[in-house]
């Protein structure tokens, strides 16, 4: 069954903690991204990466970090420099190509903060 | 990067066909028009994209006049599963999409 997980779908964390979010797909796609969505808004892209041990900070990159060691994993790491960290994190990966590329999206993660 | 705009609600009946326009109006030559899907608490789902005059699927058509300054989607015959927001996305070959804050269509019984 081909597709993007994340897990966990549901998260908390309390006040001065890092927590990851994981992001995994097996659709063979070398671009994967992360976006942030709050209640009643669009998505923001956070940071995506167009090949393996390389990524670039989107539009609100402040207080998250990424890596991607593997072409099917890109892990988000929301730090305790995020003011502001309870949202829907949602992950999607894309083929990658020059043009009409599409992305596909993963299930999401709440996080909450407490 | 083009930015998009779109009516912000729409509601309509279960049975009617439902036409959700966006606008983009510096779209760039290549360019292509994606529009996706999103129910609550859930990740978009692709509807369908398409770069000129008209494109369908099993679910919707898009129609794209010859200027390429708007797009319109078409939903034949709703039901009240897909109430939903509805994103119009100007795809610019940068792996940047702009999200807009969407369509909310509701389809009432």
């Known amino acids: 069954d081909g597709g993007i997980t994340q897990s966990p779908k549901y998260l908390f964390r309390k006040e001065g903690q890092n927590v990851t979010l994981s992001c995994e797909q097996n659709?063979?796609?070398?671009?994967m991204y992360w976006y942030r969505q709050d209640p009643g808004q669009g998505l923001r892209l956070i940071y995506y990466s167009q090949i393996v041990n390389d990524f670039q900070k989107g539009d609100i990159a402040e207080g998250y970090s990424v890596s991607r060691e593997k072409k099917e994993s890109f892990p988000l790491t929301v730090t305790s420099a995020q003011k502001n960290p309870t949202a829907f994190y949602l992950c999607a990966s894309s083929p990658g190509l020059p043009q009409a590329d599409t992305q596909y999206f993963g299930p999401g993660t709440r996080l909450t903060v407490l | 990067l083009a930015k998009t705009t779109q009516p912000i609600s729409m509601d309509s009946y279960e049975g009617q066909e439902v036409n959700i326009t966006c606008s983009h109006n510096?779209?760039?030559?290549?360019?292509?028009i994606t529009w996706y899907q999103q129910f609550p608490s859930q990740g978009p789902r692709f509807i369908i994209q398409g770069y000129k005059t008209k494109v369908t699927n099993e679910v919707a058509s898009l129609f794209i006049p010859a200027d390429r300054k708007s797009s319109t989607l078409s939903l034949p015959r709703v039901s009240l599963s897909d109430t939903a927001v509805y994103y119009c996305l100007v795809f610019s070959g940068t792996y940047k999409y702009i999200f807009g804050t969407g369509t909310r269509l509701k389809v009432l019984a």
């Open positions: 659709l063979n796609h070398d671009a």
């Open positions: 510096n779209i760039a030559t290549n360019d292509y």
